[in-house]
């Protein structure tokens, strides 16, 4: 699945390259994108 | 409480024979009692106590405790109002009487097929949801506000109606499984809010091409939102079948199973158990549904229980079709003959879960006493 709405971990660190070494971050952060496109997708069910 | 944990694994351990394909002591019994029912039967008013967490505990409790099966046959609902509210949703409203409907809407027209096909989630933020949720059509402050508040409300009430699912189902004994996906058959997905019912029956005419492509564009999406990552046999992703039975068959193979099929196949490459309802009736396309693997769990609601035993109830699991409308026009012994007369065709080999065609509604006049007296007979009797 690809979106341009939707980031990846990958797309990101491109643009938070300062992410990179921080080992936690992205358990931190893209939950976050995950839940919010299982919400907006629930307002479509 | 020791009592209920031993209640709840016996309850559980009927369930996963079925799932693991094994007979179980007695044929497992699940109904689902919508939150309509359950809360004017506790006495409460159906507005106010959809709004009032404080009220949750009361209505749960009074099902929980009145219609005893082998499942909780209550569970959160998925149309909470607040959130909905806050959106200013159309696609979704509370009706005078306090029940939340889905009105025919649509929020992609013609000519916006190819905009959705080449990005259709980008489609639905950017064009689609400010049509059905009018609070998103605003300034993009206030609409990112609007949608701030509604993922906030949405998951504090789902934190509220989790933990009151739980402390329930602890209390009277009934299993817990994770919660697995829950999607759509991708041109349900189509036609729910996107073109409608009606727009989606006109495109397959129409706009062939274009309804073709928005179905594929959206089968990657059906496939993420079909997986959680707790999903397995036991926790099983909830597939709601809609538009096939209103299909003529050459349309139906054309338009709306080949994608079905294919997100099938994806839920089965990823260990998801699967568990449709097979609204309407099927009858006449039942040989696609026993094309399927997986084991998958089917409810229907109308059609021939013998000639779905005959077609699926070697590989799959039936369950469904007794008919909620019996319990308010027929006498109890009708209701308790009718449950038999199910038992008798559908559970000799295992593979069967005893359910209602479909969640009950209203638990008013003599349907309670009815539904009881069903239970009580799928309970004593439905032993192997």
Redesign the interface.
């Known amino acids: 699945?690809?979106?341009?709405?939707?980031k990846t971990w990958e797309d990101y660190v491109e643009t938070h390259p300062e992410l990179n070494d921080i080992e936690s971050a992205e358990a931190g952060i893209q939950p976050y994108e995950e839940e919010?496109?299982?919400?907006?997708?629930?307002?479509?069910? | 409480m020791e009592n209920m944990k031993q209640l709840q694994e016996e309850r559980a351990q009927l369930f996963k024979d079925v799932y693991d394909g094994k007979i179980p002591k007695r044929v497992p019994m699940e109904i689902s009692i919508t939150w309509d029912a359950a809360i004017e039967y506790a006495g409460l008013d159906l507005k106010e106590a959809q709004y009032n967490p404080e009220m949750f505990p009361i209505f749960f409790d009074k099902v929980a405790k009145d219609f005893q099966t082998d499942k909780s046959p209550i569970a959160p609902t998925l149309r909470p109002p607040a959130f909905y509210n806050i959106l200013g949703s159309v696609g979704i409203v509370m009706s005078n009487t306090g029940s939340m409907q889905h009105p025919e809407v649509h929020s992609l027209e013609v000519d916006e097929y190819d905009e959705f096909i080449e990005d259709p989630y980008k489609c639905m933020v950017e064009t689609c949801l400010p049509r059905i949720y009018k609070a998103l059509d605003a300034s993009p402050g206030e609409a990112a506000l609007a949608l701030a508040k509604a993922f906030k409300a949405k998951n504090d009430y789902d934190a509220i109606a989790g933990k009151i699912a739980v402390e329930t189902c602890e209390k009277y004994g009934y299993p817990m499984f994770p919660r697995g996906g829950f999607t759509e058959a991708p041109m349900d997905f189509i036609a729910d809010f996107l073109r409608s019912f009606t727009g989606a029956v006109m495109d397959m005419r129409r706009n062939k091409e274009k309804l073709l492509g928005a179905i594929e564009a959206i089968t990657p999406h059906m496939k993420k939102i079909g997986i959680a990552p707790t999903s397995s046999r036991y926790a099983r992703t909830f597939i709601p079948l809609h538009m096939a039975p209103f299909m003529r068959e050459k349309q139906f193979a054309e338009f709306w199973w080949p994608s079905f099929k294919e997100l099938m196949d994806h839920l089965r490459d990823n260990d998801a158990g699967v568990r449709i309802f097979v609204e309407g009736d099927w009858m006449d396309k039942i040989d696609y549904l026993a094309t399927l693997d997986n084991r998958v769990e089917m409810q229907f609601e109308f059609g021939d229980p013998k000639l779905a035993k005959e077609k699926v109830g070697k590989d799959h699991i039936i369950s469904g079709f007794f008919p909620i409308t019996m319990l308010q026009t027929n006498t109890k012994q009708e209701c308790v003959d009718k449950a038999r007369e199910l038992i008798d065709t559908l559970a000799p080999g295992g593979g069967y879960i005893f359910n209602t065609d479909k969640s009950l509604y209203s638990l008013e006049g003599p349907i309670a006493e009815n539904l009881q007296a069903v239970l009580e007979v799928v309970r004593t009797e439905a032993v192997y």
Not at chain 1, 1 to 6: D, I, V, W
Not at chain 1, 36 to 45: C, D, E, R, S, V
């Open positions: 699945m690809k979106s341009e709405y939707f919010m496109y299982a919400f907006i997708m629930k307002l479509f069910l």
